[in-house]
């Protein structure tokens, strides 16, 4: 087409159009300015939740050098309160044992208590305790530095494990941001695997904490399945995405980010009483004057050890210099449509069983030796490179390569915290079979580690002929059906207290009778005494952190519950959910008459959800009724989480009319303790209009997971 330049042809449409073109560019101008300011202001206007606290710096710098100049062969002599005063870095042959470890820290401890108890008596004029006089501030009395003898603390390096971390984290660092992005929690969170593991997907650590995250098992099993065949704390994509569920609870319950991030060591129920007895919500106040038995420098540090973590992770070669990081691996998953052994599917995909593990690390010890399956529903993670296509292998495997049910375990070996009604409905049996077969008389009376027989059916290998469609669609229907029963079976026990619950508000006679669930002995000794005990004993060495490089201490059964299950200073306690007049008195060895007495409670008047109730120990302690009490609630939800897994949450606005029963009627599969601990700010004996409840999204374990990429 042929164009015409006018301006060549037409002064005056020459001028115009030069006048147009100055015009639009001024606009433009404009536009540019006022499109930066959009773009930048909300940028320097939204606070950064992560921004170190100016009185945090000389903790920050502390951690830094814990994270990137001490290695896992040295450690910082060190004020357990002011992490600015070193006394001594302590440095020890590779191979000296861990008892002369510890000989050598006890002497240098024992050296330093004695310089600075002779500095505070006005003596020791030496020049090593004129050094150690120059560490603390010229005004610091002698009181203070007595009271400093008495608190030399060693913290072992980190540098060579935070160094692998980082090599490490490359592997994962994308879902990780992709995770946390979707689930709208802050990207800085990526740096936590750092404080937890090293960003080892495999790291144990004493206080039974597991995978990238460190999930204890009780927490874990809020969002992820564990039990014979599965741990999916081990599962870095999984463990991922419960994480940020986890840590989204958090920040609801809690408000703030440091908060959030402080509850993933110390639980939301300490540090929301933490909150509420400081009344603030400030990190600087509560890390530096909240006083508590289980608060000690573990959780005191948590979040500042984090927040130097981030610094370094934002600049890792500043400290370490050029970093080859592992490549992300790719995969591809694939849902298991029935029980398979692990040696056909090796040589059904030609994949060595060591690829297999490393990809799908999951998969318990149990399935890896043959002794188990490798589960229908398990999202089965091969090379994304694979030439033949996975549906289709698995589609071809014969008949007696595949079974509609999971082989049965012989024995079980009980775990810490576990139950009875818990093991007998992941085996598909029951309580009076399981006593019966192990000659029990106590359902209670259970070890952690003790190995119990387990029934066996009478056929154990049944076979899916997979030419046969409709028996294969036959046995589907069935094993849904299973899959149902036990989520049932794993919901008749909260249902059952909930029903106690509501008999109590109609009479109370009828409450005291309601009857307790099992409980498990060895989960009864986990009380706050036990976390006092892990925090505040002087670490050595190796166990100064978790393996891995964690810096978590002892933490509770009940971590990720924010239910208050201590005994208030004027010996109140507040009422929970699935808790009746009856059980308190059990707890106390007194009768539900004696507590209607004290509180001055008439015959048949309902005891509310959050009610504050005054107790009486006149026949046991305050820790005896709180271990009675944490015990019956773990195993409470021991059995509910050991068939079911929270996948998210969802918000309920409150109409006209609507109650908390009749909400909780609505969704039959969450029980009222556990709508309680997603609201328990909630006044449930008021549930006004207008009023947001979070409902927790509950499904069966056995479900395969709806938010693991393919």
């Known amino acids: 087409m042929l164009r015409i330049d006018a301006r060549r042809y037409d002064p005056f449409v020459a001028r115009r159009t030069s006048t147009l073109s100055a015009r639009l560019r001024f606009v433009a101008a404009i536009t540019l300015v006022l499109a930066t300011a959009l773009v930048v202001c909300p940028a320097v206007a939204t606070e950064d939740p992560f921004a170190p606290p100016p009185e945090f710096e000389p903790d920050i710098r502390f951690w830094t050098r814990i994270y990137t100049e001490v290695d896992t062969n040295a450690g910082l002599l060190h004020d357990e309160y002011n992490l600015g005063v070193v006394y001594e870095v302590m440095r020890f042959p590779a191979d000296l044992g861990r008892e002369a470890r510890a000989h050598r820290i006890r002497e240098a401890k024992e050296r330093y208590s004695n310089i600075l108890k002779g500095l505070a008596d006005g003596g020791a004029d030496t020049a090593e305790a004129r050094r150690v006089r120059a560490l603390w501030p010229h005004n610091t009395g002698a009181q203070k530095l007595r009271q400093a003898a008495g608190r030399i603390r060693f913290q072992l390096g980190q540098s060579d494990r935070f160094r692998e971390g980082l090599i490490r984290a490359g592997a994962y660092e994308a879902h990780i941001a992709e995770t946390l992005a979707n689930m709208g929690v802050p990207p800085e969170v990526a740096a936590l695997p750092h404080v937890e593991s090293s960003f080892n997907p495999s790291a144990y650590s004493h206080a039974g904490a597991a995978g990238l995250w460190q999930f204890i098992r009780s927490t874990g099993r809020r969002y992820l399945r564990i039990d014979t065949d599965i741990d999916e704390r081990l599962d870095p994509y999984r463990s991922t995405v419960a994480a940020a569920q986890f840590l989204k609870f958090n920040y609801e319950l809690l408000g703030t980010w440091p908060l959030a ?23 600087v106040t509560i890390a530096r004057q909240y006083q508590s038995r289980t608060f000690g420098f573990a959780s005191r540090n948590y979040y500042i050890s984090f927040l130097a973590a981030l610094q370094i992770d934002r600049d890792p070669e500043r400290y370490f210099g050029p970093l080859r990081r592992h490549a992300e691996v790719r ?3 694939v849902p298991m449509s029935a029980y398979v052994p692990v040696d056909v599917l090796e040589r059904k995909f030609n994949i060595d069983r060591q690829t297999l593990q490393l990809l799908n690390p999951a998969l318990t010890v149990a399935v890896w030796r043959g002794e188990r399956y490798v589960p229908r529903g398990f999202k089965l993670r091969l090379p994304a490179d694979l030439v033949d296509d996975p549906l289709v292998v698995l589609a071809s495997l014969a008949p007696e390569e595949r079974f509609d049910r999971q082989r049965p375990e012989v024995t079980h070996r009980v775990r810490p915290g576990e139950t009875l009604s818990a093991i007998a409905l992941r085996n598909g049996t029951t309580v009076a079979a399981l006593m019966r077969l192990n000659d029990m008389r106590d359902a209670r009376r259970l070890r952690a580690g003790q190995v119990i027989k387990i029934p066996q059916p009478a056929d154990s290998r049944v076979v899916v002929a997979q030419a046969d469609m409709e028996r294969e669609k036959a046995s589907a229907r069935a094993a849904a059906e299973a899959e149902a029963k036990a989520e049932a079976r794993a919901q008749a026990q909260a249902a059952a207290e909930a029903k106690a619950r509501v008999e109590e508000q109609a009479a109370a006679a009828r409450a005291d009778a309601a009857a307790r669930p099992p409980v498990s002995v060895d989960s009864a000794t986990e009380t706050e005494e ?16 978790q393996e891995g490089g964690s810096q978590s201490g002892g933490q509770s059964p009940l971590l990720a519950d924010p239910s208050d299950y201590s005994v208030a200073e004027d010996l109140t306690v507040q009422m929970q959910a699935a808790e009746t007049l009856g059980h308190l008195a059990e707890w106390l ?9 004290l509180n001055g409670m008439r015959f048949g008047q309902p005891v509310i959800i959050g009610q504050l109730l005054r107790v009486e120990f006149a026949q046991v302690s305050v820790t005896e009724f709180e271990r009675r009490r944490r015990a019956y609630h773990q195993a409470l939800q021991e059995t509910f989480f050991a068939a079911n897994r929270i996948v998210g949450t969802e918000v309920h606005i409150v109409r006209r009319g609507e109650s908390l029963w009749s909400i909780a009627q609505r969704n039959p599969h969450v029980p009222i303790w556990l709508l309680r601990q997603h609201n328990p700010d909630v006044d449930f004996a008021d549930v006004r209009p207008k009023s947001r409840i979070i409902l927790p999204l509950v499904e069966a374990v056995t479900a395969a997971p709806a938010d693991d990429p393919l």
Not at 261 to 270: Q, R, V
Not at 530 to 545: G, K, L
Not at 589 to 597: F, I, N
């Open 261 to 283: 991030l402080s509850a993933y060591h110390h639980g939301p129920a300490g540090i929301r009483r933490a909150k509420e007895r400081m009344g603030t919500d400030d990190i």
């Open 331 to 333: 995969t591809r998953a």
């Open 530 to 545: 036990a976390i006092e005990r892990a925090e505040d004993a002087e670490p050595v060495v190796e166990t100064e952190v």
């Open 589 to 597: 060895d007194l009768r539900a008459s004696r507590l209607r007495t």
